[in-house]
Nanobody
Framework: QVQLVESGGGLAQPGGSLRLSCVAS????????MSWVRQAPGKGLEFVSS?????????????LTANSVKGRFTISRDNAKNTVYLQMNNLKPEDTAVYYC????????????RGQGTQVTVSS
């Protein structure tokens, strides 16, 4: 049974930072690309960032990041811990959303099963 458990959300001030974590279980984590997606109040799911398995680049991971967060958010993964991270810097009020990790790559990953999510609120 696939389980994705997100944590690390909370209240941050504009310009602040948060680091989200997602622990995965129930599947062979290292063989799947992983992504972060988010849902702001009253809006649909939005792709944030993806990280691949590294299999095509001899262990070096390739990433894809939405323009809205490029240069501020960084995705990473630790296969030994079955965990994917999202480092969020220079947070803006428009980053306020519930953040989910999902299996898959790119915008199509928004269609995949999600965990319970973690709330991120950016406000002064």
């Amino acid at each position: 049974q696939v389980q994705l458990v997100e944590s690390g959300g909370g209240l941050a001030q504009p310009g602040g930072s948060l680091r989200l974590s997602c622990v995965a279980s129930g599947f062979l984590f290292e063989t799947y690309s992983m992504s972060w997606v988010r849902q702001a109040p009253g809006k649909g799911l939005e792709f944030v960032s993806s990280i691949d398995t590294g299999v095509w680049r001899n262990g070096e991971f390739d990433t894809l990041t939405a323009n809205s967060v490029k240069g501020r958010f960084t995705i990473s993964r630790d296969n030994a811990k079955n965990t994917v991270y999202l480092q969020m810097n220079n947070l803006k009020p428009e980053d306020t959303a519930v953040y989910y990790c999902v299996k898959g790559w790119g915008a199509t990953a928004t269609k995949n099963d999600r965990g319970q999510g973690t709330q991120v609120t950016v406000s002064s």
